[in-house]
């Protein structure tokens, strides 16, 4: 265990469905960062207390000090860097566009002229889309919910949705009727985050712990259970 933070309560915010990351399994909550906070805290000592608020909700209760850390499938950016601190990368990941399955007409984004796309607010899918709304000509709306979104491609109100790709294929492969039609496009990997200069033992804690979990197997033990083929 780690001194500093045995013993202690840590209140962490995340996201609401972000499968495989964190997601509700009969009513609990689950997923890899669910997994990976949950078993680091253990291996540490300390203890944490889970606040599913939403990314964008999770983000501003860090940075009004209403919880101590945020572990979303939060994408490490330079832009974050400035106002707040990262664990080690524990996941890569990056943006891909998905529509309807049935969708014959968007291949592509020289498709999305005229259209609304669906992005989560705050995300880095929704500054991807964004900065290239204007070239392709449509128009990116806000959403909070990864759920939200993908259902209103389904009901045609948004032609296509920009979202992280391992959670986009995750849900592809359960069936929620998307699928994806362009290239990854790199992103920042995920850490867990504080508020800069705070919580500091919190972060060495967690950052501790994910280097024992992944010398002792814990880590690939957790990405199996979610990600492993089932074939
Ligand atoms: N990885 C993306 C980001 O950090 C999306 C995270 C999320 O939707 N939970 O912006």
């Known amino acids: 265990g780690n001194e500093s933070v045995d013993g202690q309560t840590y209140v962490v915010g995340t996201d609401t469905t972000f499968a495989p990351f964190e997601f509700r399994k009969d009513g609990k909550l689950t997923g890899i960062d669910m997994d990976l906070l949950n078993t680091i805290a253990k291996d540490q000592g300390f203890n944490v207390e889970i606040r599913s608020l ?27 860097k400035e106002i707040y601190d990262f664990s080690e990368p524990y996941f890569e990941s990056g943006i891909q566009m998905a529509v309807d399955r049935d969708d014959e007409a968007v291949k592509g984004y020289e498709d999305l002229k005229g259209k ?21 000509g ?56 504080v508020n800069k200069g705070e919580n500091t033992a919190l972060l060495a804690a967690f950052n501790d712990g994910l280097a024992e979990l992944k010398a002792n197997g814990e880590y690939d033990k957790i990405l199996n259970t979610y990600l492993a083929d089932p074939s």
């Open 54 to 80: 939403g990314f964008s909700a999770a983000l501003q209760a860090l940075s009004s000090n209403q919880v101590d850390g945020v572990i979303a499938g939060m994408s490490i950016t330079d832009e974050r």
């Open 116 to 136: 609304t796309v669906v992005a989560k607010t705050g995300s880095e899918g929704e500054t991807y889309a964004k900065s290239i709304a204007n070239e392709y």
């Open 138 to 193: 449509f128009k990116v709306k806000s959403l909070d919910q990864s759920a939200t979104m993908y259902e209103s491609v389904k009901a045609g109100s948004a032609v296509a949705v920009f979202d992280d790709y391992p959670v986009l294929a995750y849900g592809i492969a359960q069936n929620n009727g998307l699928k994806t039609v362009t290239d990854k496009v790199p992103g920042g990997s995920y850490g867990f985050a």
